[in-house]
């Protein structure tokens, strides 16, 4: 797990701030956000805290050739619960993404509240955010010694169906001739070389592509950890 | 205010939530942050656009994953998450 921390001042009133925190979206330098939602909001009865609960769907960060791998949407959704509490003076938003959970979790939260030297003109913004990476060799190797598999068998049944092909001209030609055989014998032969190496090509695609995914994942991770 | 607001994950409900977003807005900085009130006056906004929200969420692929996460940190606890790890 990693932290990440951030401190801003921010030269408004934390009124103004929170009021645009809800009009933060759509803006030119986040344009990864694609749609908020509000899914509940509440104002509790005792406390005045204004509770709301959005959806943020951000276009996915991650390569198209990443997600076809370990499985995931177009976009990324991000659930945050905030909490506006006036008689305090704070803004606290926490959000995860709920999409790729089980490869990266980000839990950020961020605070607002008004600067101590000046309140009533800024306004102090806290973030945090705690990263968890649950990508394992393990995990990612399964998933291409599975996808590997697939594309093998498939391979595979493409050869045996050839081969088939091969010993049914072949016992047809052997039915028609007795003369034919030393012919046919050889022809076969080539034939199923022919079979082998497609196979073994098709074999060397799979391991080809194999070391390039896990030479990109390792890249990721690298760029991950650091 | 006259700034652009988002638009909804799903396109038909957009517009309500423009609505819905306006009435909000200026209730939240005319009304809230003034201390006058702690009513949501914008009840019946509201209602149209979780309505339309909660129709285009039952058929979505983010369902599962929503209803996941909202049982592991209910929004009606009272208490943000503090014990996620």
């Known amino acids: ?226 | 205010m006259g700034n652009i607001m988002s638009v909804s994950f799903a396109p038909e409900c957009t517009d309500a939530k423009l609505e819905y977003d306006e009435c909000f807005n200026k209730w939240y900085t005319d009304k809230f942050l003034q201390g006058k009130s702690i009513q949501n006056e914008c009840t019946e906004l509201w209602e149209n656009y979780i309505t339309c929200v909660n129709t285009a969420l039952a058929t979505h692929n983010i369902k599962p994953m929503l209803d996941k996460a909202q049982k592991e940190n209910p929004f009606k606890d009272g208490k943000i998450d503090e014990s996620k790890k």
Not at chain 1, 112 to 137: H, M, N, V
Request: proline share 3%.
């Open chain 1, 1 to 226: 797990m990693k932290l990440f921390e951030s401190l801003h001042i921010f030269d408004y009133s934390w009124e103004q701030v929170t009021a645009a925190n809800w009009q933060k979206y759509p803006n030119e330098l986040s344009t990864h956000v694609v749609s908020v939602d509000i899914l509940n909001r509440e104002i509790d009865p005792v406390t005045n805290v204004l509770r709301t609960e959005r959806l943020i769907a951000c276009k996915q960060p991650i390569p198209s050739w990443l997600r076809a791998l370990v499985g995931g949407d177009e976009f990324s959704y991000v659930r945050e619960i905030s909490e506006v509490d006036l008689a305090k003076k704070t803004l606290v938003m926490k959000s995860s993404n709920m999409t790729m959970s089980h490869l990266l979790l980000v839990n950020e939260t961020v605070t607002y509240t008004p600067d101590s030297e000046l309140p009533e003109g800024r306004t102090k913004f806290e973030q945090e955010a705690e990263i968890t990476a649950f990508l394992s060799w393990s995990s990612i190797c399964n998933r291409i010694e599975d996808w590997s598999v697939e594309r093998f068998g498939q391979n595979a049944t493409i050869g045996k169906k050839g081969f088939e092909l091969v010993l049914n001209t072949l016992s047809q030609k052997l039915e028609q001739s007795e003369v034919l055989v030393k012919d046919v014998g050889t022809s076969i032969l080539k034939e199923i070389d022919e079979v082998n190496d497609l196979t073994h090509e098709l074999v060397n695609d799979v391991t080809v592509k194999t070391n390039s995914v896990l030479s990109q994942v390792q890249r990721l991770k690298g760029f991950w950890r650091n």
